[in-house]
């Protein structure tokens, strides 16, 4: 997407909201072209702190008061501060030029036998080791729309040394796997383990070697302080997206000011900011070091962790809310991760998480696993799996299935649409 086509859809994002609104935001726009960025941040928060929680204006004011405040740190040495609002972060799919083809060909090689190798093996489930269980479906391990090479942590598991001198850097490998994903030959089996319901790939999984590919993920490309860090703060439709979810959970728990709360899979912490300017205090933790740095630098939030001992350190009863946006998809031992934040919870504390809904289309692939995406829930498992740790389920909604109609503004409008592969589920602890 080309810089015109960026501010475009940025355009396109801002036509839906008020006319309050787009003034405001070219308001920003202005003080953030100038380097004027105390007044841009300013001029947002005063709209912010004049709009209720329930007022249809104040979901995109609270976006538009996150980005401003990465735009801010971002912005410094920046010719116009401004473009940071709606231009997107380099993509590690664009193409280049490679000056190890030969190198890279080998590589490519490789890969696609260690892909074929892994997909006929039978993998024990990652959650309780079980290798009981029946074929559901299939799906990509490295699906098109995956950034980076989710499919390549686990690898090493099978033993083999990968052929690259001099050696490959993740760019490269990325690019070889997109390549191999756009043949759309790779796939591999999901299961339904008979042992502990969860649904997952076929798949050799480590946790170890997980929290390795996330803590050793490279930075896109912002420096703060002569630091790379990555993140999307700054880009206000992405924020916008990311600011759905706080503001579902106030309006259906009421004010979270005084109450605490944990973001499991926080990422660069734009959740966390927008918890934080609904008054809350908030804990997060993430596998990814490079954007809990961005959320440290670029946001100034603290009280983050992305080691697991941490997260196990925690005192039974810290939180009153623990909150989940498309993060356990990514953990392999969901039970102990369900089993942690239960006994996280005070007594009547609330548990509410977003993961993709697991359907089949008509040729049994399964969409919503694949790459990076190691296990998932339907509705039926999600509640095998939260009952299973004394939680009891408040709301089970899924997207295009009566979502929208608990996600709604106070105008009526959808609050949540376009999500058409998500299932939210709120649980409390008695």
């Not at 396109?12 to 100038?34: C, E, K, M």
């Not at 480590?206 to 929290?211: D, E, F, G, L, M």
């Not at 706080?246 to 728990?253: A, K, L, Q, S, T």
């Not at 990422?267 to 927008?274: D, F, N, P, Q, V």
Request: charged share 20%; with cysteine; proline share 6%.
């Amino acid at each position: 997407m080309n810089a015109a086509d960026e501010r475009a859809d940025f355009n396109h994002t801002i036509a839906g909201a008020s006319p309050r609104v787009r003034v405001i935001t070219d308001q920003v726009i202005h003080h953030l072209h100038a380097h004027h960025f105390e007044d841009a941040t300013a001029s947002v928060r005063a709209a912010l702190t004049q709009t209720t929680p329930d007022h249809a204006d104040y979901w995109p004011l609270l976006a538009l008061t996150v980005a401003s405040r990465a735009c801010a740190v971002l912005g410094k040495d920046a010719e116009d501060p401004s473009q940071l609002l709606w231009a997107q972060a380099a993509s590690l799919k664009s193409e280049t030029a490679y000056a190890r083809r030969a190198t890279v060909e080998e590589a490519t090689h490789w890969l696609r036998a260690r892909l074929d190798e892994a997909a006929a093996g039978t993998w024990p489930c990652p959650n309780c080791g079980g290798r009981r269980g029946r074929k559901i479906g299939t799906a990509p391990l490295c699906p098109i729309d995956v950034s980076h090479a989710g499919i390549l942590f686990d690898l090493d598991a099978l033993g083999t040394a990968v052929p690259a001198d001099p050696p490959l850097s993740y760019r490269d490998w990325n690019l070889i796997a997109s390549g191999l994903a756009r043949q759309n030959k790779w796939h591999c089996d999901v299961r339904l383990c008979d042992s502990c319901s969860l649904i997952h790939l076929n798949w050799p999984n480590q946790p170890t070697r997980i929290a390795r590919f996330y803590s050793d993920l490279p930075s896109p490309g912002h420096l703060v302080d002569g630091i790379s860090v990555a993140g999307r703060a700054e880009n206000f439709a992405f924020v916008l997206d990311k600011a759905r979810f706080p503001i579902f959970v106030r309006r259906r728990y009421g004010p979270l000011a005084g109450k605490r709360v944990l973001d499991l899979g926080c990422a660069e912490g734009i959740m966390l900011a927008c918890l934080q300017e609904l008054g809350a205090k908030t804990v997060g933790f993430d596998l990814d070091v490079q954007r809990l740095r961005y959320a440290q630098l670029v946001l100034g939030l603290s009280d983050l962790a992305f080691e697991e001992q941490r997260l196990a350190s925690l005192p039974e009863g810290l939180v009153d809310l623990v909150i989940s946006y498309h993060a356990l998809e990514h953990v392999p031992d969901a039970d102990r991760v369900f089993a942690r934040l239960a006994s996280l919870l005070t007594p009547g504390g609330k548990l509410i998480l977003a993961v993709p809904h697991l359907r089949a289309n008509r040729d049994r692939t399964i969409q919503g696993l694949g790459g990076d995406h190691l296990l998932g829930f339907d509705h039926t498992t999600i509640v095998t799996f939260l009952e299973r740790h004394g939680l009891v389920i408040e709301l089970l909604a899924v997207a295009g299935d009566g979502l929208p109609n608990v996600l709604r503004n106070p105008d009526g409008t959808a609050l949540w649409s376009g999500m058409n592969d998500d299932m939210v589920v709120a649980a409390a602890k008695p």
